[in-house]
């Protein structure tokens, strides 16, 4: 059965700090990993999503990694920003359902 | 593109009320999700259709809860009668189809059930 962790639950940090987010899974065989960013009272924005062919996706100042042998993903964030803040998600899709399965999050506080 | 659209993003119920919620997916999405998110949790997968069929509704409570997507469109979520427990967030997305594609999220709909 496939689970998903993030580590870690919280992370404070000053502006302009470069950042990593992990996310490990325990079942290798997904179809896919999509990070999202949840605001809070608000719905999931899709921020990455990489297929299991691939080892990265960037888009602006986001870089997220797959190493499937490890089961672990990584989200860094460069040069963090106050709008940054917010709850991390990530999801893998795989198995024979097919579903998203779901990590609890990491609640990223970006101080001025 | 229009995103996900979600109505409404608030509502307040007694318990053993009714309710419905609806969403409106991306154009062209053949695949619409409900999921429940309670806080603290991940979203979890209440239903999936494809086009206008049923693909997985093993998570959906289908003693109190319904759900349709007539034409392959817009879908309805209801709950009859609703419990304290069902206090979450309801969240609509789709994908184009297929196991490749991203999710696309709606606001989601608040759920007080009081």
């Known amino acids: 059965k496939q689970e998903v962790t993030q580590i870690p639950a919280a992370l404070s940090v000053p502006e302009g700090e470069n950042l990593v987010l992990n996310c490990s899974f325990t079942?290798?065989?997904?179809?896919?990993l999509q990070w999202f960013r949840q605001d809070p009272g608000k719905g999931l924005t899709s921020l990455l999503l990489i297929q299991s062919s691939q080892r990265e996706q960037t888009s602006g100042r986001l870089n997220a990694s797959l190493d499937k042998s490890s089961g672990r993903s990584t989200l860094y964030i460069a040069a963090s920003q106050p709008g940054d803040s917010a709850t991390y998600l990530c999801?893998?899709?795989?198995?024979?359902?097919?579903?998203?399965?779901w990590g609890l999050g990491t609640s990223l506080a970006v101080n001025p | 593109e229009a995103g996900v659209a979600q109505s409404p993003r608030y509502k307040i119920i007694e318990k053993r009320q009714s309710v419905a919620f609806w969403c409106n997916p991306i154009?062209?999405?053949?695949?619409l999700y409900w999921y429940q998110q309670i806080l603290g949790q991940g979203p979890k997968l209440l239903i999936q259709?494809?086009?206008?069929?049923?693909?997985?509704d093993s998570q959906l409570p289908k003693d109190r809860f319904s759900a349709e997507r007539l034409k392959g469109v817009d879908s309805t979520l209801k709950i009859q009668p609703a419990k304290l427990e069902d206090s979450a967030v309801y969240l609509c997305?789709?994908?184009?189809?297929?196991?490749?594609?991203?999710?696309?999220f709606g606001p989601g709909t608040r759920l007080t059930v009081t």
């Open positions: 079942d290798s065989a997904i179809y896919n």
């Open positions: 259709f494809q086009n206008n069929g049923v693909v997985d």
């Open positions: 999801a893998v899709k795989g198995g024979n359902n097919r579903k998203l399965i």
């Open positions: 997305a789709s994908s184009r189809g297929g196991t490749s594609y991203e999710q696309y």
């Open positions: 154009s062209g999405h053949a695949t």
